[in-house]
């Protein structure tokens, strides 16, 4: 079996993110499996692009935004590789629509909710309401070329009927996948060399943020939250970067125990997780999106900490409260705060919780078992048994 794997977002090149993350290790987990994979990613900024783009400030937000969407497509269209695949696997609407008129049957993955996500971007009322027709037109006619889609959550799943009437019996729920092998677990002393060469103290509660700063991963919340914990051990280290930094440097600079990291590379970032004590999500319901499967949180899980999670989108079909990891309510900093609180009155309650969250990724999010859930899906719809 050959598969031919495609998104406009491009792993190779920008090795950060869940979805880079995701199709890296479905890559490495098909191959393992002994199934041929070809890749067909978008790069950014072609030259073609780059001559055109400084013309496009002349044009409506709207005009720049189909011609830029319309630029991914075609470019897509014209590097597919060769036709002698036995499915196409598309990661996004917009790589769909650039396979569409192969033959193929073809899976699509929905990472998230295209048209609500794209729109986040753009700050100016008018412009939205302007732009967002257009890609929920995307998305629709994205949706319709597959024939089979896996949603990465339930409510995702229920996206694609309620909205885009696509049949429920063709739609997978399928959580994402960690590396289990590079985020695992290290022993106190390890942890404590890790907090040492990190410039930390090794007695110190180290609580990890690995977030984009973006309005929906809620990570103004994780500051405020810093406020009604006044214990001078407790450290927070932010490690992400985006429109949302100005604002959250603002919030932390008085104080001194939060720490800007910046964007760390993820093949650099599984050392901060064996570090911290605690690893936090909190992300927020935002334009109608709650966070999916967060890869952050089933990396934390997979190294074996508490993860302290909102109770939101599909971390709470993987959290099982004070079993598992911590849930809290979104947007109260106050509720985060007592989370945290419970995990450093509780290094018992602490390490029976990193220790089922390890347990329940090797069971249900290793990429090698995602892989193979996958393969399944492709030998159903071209009739192999």
Do not use: W
């Given at each position: 079996m050959e598969i031919l794997l495609t998104s406009t977002d491009n792993p190779y090149t920008t090795y950060q993110g869940g979805k880079h993350i995701h199709l890296l290790l479905l890559e490495k987990g098909l191959e393992n499996l002994g199934i041929q994979v070809a890749t067909l990613y978008y790069i950014k900024k072609s030259?073609?692009?780059?001559?055109?783009?400084?013309?496009?400030?002349?044009l409506t937000e709207k005009r720049r935004n189909e011609i830029k969407l319309g630029w991914m497509i075609s470019y897509l269209q014209s590097h597919i590789p060769h036709?002698?695949?036995?499915?196409?696997h598309s990661h996004d609407v917009l790589s769909m629509l650039a396979v569409r008129s192969m033959p193929q049957k073809k899976v699509l993955t929905l990472h998230g909710y295209f048209a609500r996500e794209n729109i986040e971007f753009i700050r100016n009322k008018r412009d939205r309401d302007a732009v967002y027709p257009h890609l929920l037109q995307l998305e629709k006619d994205g949706m319709k070329n597959a024939d089979r889609i896996i949603a990465v959550d339930?409510?995702?799943?229920?996206?694609?009927?309620?909205?885009?009437?696509?049949?429920?019996?063709?739609?997978?729920?399928?959580?994402?996948?960690?590396?289990?092998?590079?985020?695992?677990?290290?022993?106190?002393?390890?942890?404590?060399?890790?907090?040492?060469?990190?410039?930390f103290a090794p007695d110190d509660f180290v609580v990890l943020v690995p977030r984009r700063l973006v309005e929906?991963?809620?990570v103004i919340y994780a500051v405020h939250a810093m406020e009604s914990t006044r214990d001078s051990k407790v450290k927070m280290i932010i490690a992400g970067d985006g429109p949302e930094r100005e604002r959250i440097m603002k919030e932390a600079e008085e104080d001194k125990r939060i720490h800007l990291a910046g964007m760390a590379p993820h093949d650099k970032i599984s050392s901060f997780f064996k570090m911290a004590n605690v690893i936090l999500i909190p992300s927020i319901t935002s334009h109608g999106i709650q966070e999916a499967t967060s890869l952050a949180m089933l990396e934390?899980?997979?190294?074996?900490?508490?993860?302290?999670?909102?109770?939101i989108g599909g971390m709470h079909e993987v959290i099982k409260n004070m079993e598992n990891g911590l849930l809290v309510k979104e947007k109260e900093p106050e509720a985060i705060a007592t989370a945290i609180e419970t995990i450093i009155s509780n290094p018992g309650l602490s390490s029976?919780?990193?220790?089922?969250?390890?347990?329940?990724?090797?069971?249900?999010?290793?990429?090698?078992?995602?892989?193979?859930k996958v393969a399944q899906i492709y030998r159903s719809i071209i009739g192999e048994t």
């Open positions: 030259a073609k692009e780059r001559i055109k783009r400084y013309a496009l400030v002349l036709e002698n695949f036995d499915i196409i339930r409510r995702l799943k229920d996206y694609a009927i309620s909205e885009f009437s696509y049949p429920a019996d063709r739609i997978t729920v399928m959580h994402n996948a960690v590396d289990t092998d590079t985020f695992s677990p290290v022993s106190e002393d390890e942890q404590k060399e890790l907090k040492k060469s990190l410039g929906k991963n809620g934390g899980m997979s190294c074996g900490k508490a993860v302290v999670c909102s109770d029976r919780i990193g220790d089922e969250a390890r347990k329940h990724v090797l069971q249900n999010h290793s990429y090698t078992a995602h892989a193979a």
